[in-house]
C-alpha cells in the first residue's frame, strides 16, 4: 500500500487512542456472542483445553476433550496411565508427543506444589510446562483475572489492520494492546477482534463492505 495511502487514511480515522473505545463498543455489538470457544467445566480442564489448542481448531479440541475429560478428572489421572495411551487420547490435536510431556509435566507441578490446583498466579502459571505467556493470558482471562491481552493469529492480524499496533512480534504487539485498550476490556478484547477476524476481516478477503468500522474507524478499510 502506498505510503501517501496510509497517512490519508489515518488522518481520515483519527489517532487509536480516540478510535479504541469505539471500536469496542461496535464490534461488541456486532459480535455479542463472542467468547472462548473451548468447552470446559474447571479450572483444569481450562487449562487442558488450551495447551491442547496450539496448532489446531478449538472445534477439534472439542471433539476430543468430550471424552478425554471423562476418562482424566484429576492431576493424577494424567500421570496414572502410561504416556503412549494419553498420546493416543490426544493424538487428534495433532502434536501429541509434545503436548503429552507438557500435561504430564504440568501435571506434576500441579500435585507437587499447588496441591493439585490450578494456580491463581500469573507468575505460577507460567512455571507450567508448555504454558507460554499466550496460554497463561487465556486461562487468567477465563478466570475473571485478566493480566494481559492475549494474541493469535487474528489479535494480530486486526490490530495491525486497524492500526492500533506496527509490530510483528506478540509480545511487543501485546505490550501496545496492553498500553492502549483499557485494563477493563482486556479481557473481551481479544475474543471481539477473534470472532470479527473469523466473520469479517479475513486473512485474505477482508468483508469492508459489511464491516462495521469500515466508514470511519478502520484506516485499511477497502471501502
Ligand atoms: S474495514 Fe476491512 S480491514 Fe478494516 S477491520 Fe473491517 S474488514 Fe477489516
Not at 37 to 58: G, H, M, R, W, Y
Not at 117 to 145: C, I, M, Y
Not at 178 to 183: C, E, S
Request: charged letters at 30%.
Amino acid at each position: 500500500m502506498p505510503r501517501s495511502f496510509v497517512r490519508e487514511a489515518r488522518k481520515r480515522v483519527g489517532p487509536k487512542r480516540t478510535r479504541v473505545r469505539p471500536v469496542i463498543e461496535r464490534l461488541a455489538v456486532e459480535h455479542a456472542d463472542a467468547a472462548i470457544a473451548l468447552t470446559f467445566a474447571n479450572p483444569l480442564e481450562l487449562l487442558v483445553s488450551v495447551l491442547l489448542s496450539a496448532q489446531t481448531t478449538d472445534v477439534n479440541v472439542n471433539r476430543v476433550t468430550a471424552t478425554l475429560f471423562q476418562k482424566y478428572r484429576r492431576p493424577e489421572d494424567y500421570l496414572a496411565v502410561p504416556q503412549a495411551e494419553l498420546e493416543q487420547d490426544i493424538f487428534a490435536t495433532g502434536f501429541y508427543r509434545q503436548k503429552a510431556r507438557a500435561l504430564r509435566g504440568t501435571m506434576t507441578l500441579l500435585i507437587e506444589e499447588f496441591d493439585g490446583e490450578v494456580p491463581e498466579r500469573f507468575e505460577d502459571l507460567l512455571r507450567l510446562p508448555g504454558v507460554a505467556r499466550k496460554t497463561a493470558n487465556v486461562v487468567s482471562a477465563e478466570r475473571g483475572n485478566p493480566q494481559g491481552v492475549v494474541v493469535d493469529t487474528h489479535v494480530r492480524r486486526l490490530s495491525q489492520r486497524l492500526g492500533f499496533t506496527r509490530q510483528e512480534d506478540p509480545v511487543k504487539i501485546e505490550r501496545d494492546l496492553m498500553r492502549l485498550v483499557p485494563r477493563e476490556d482486556w479481557a473481551r478484547f481479544p475474543h471481539l477482534l477473534i470472532w470479527h477476524g473469523r466473520r469479517i476481516c479475513d486473512a485474505r478477503r477482508p468483508r469492508c463492505e459489511e464491516c462495521p468500522l469500515a466508514a470511519d474507524l478502520c484506516p485499511s478499510s477497502r471501502v
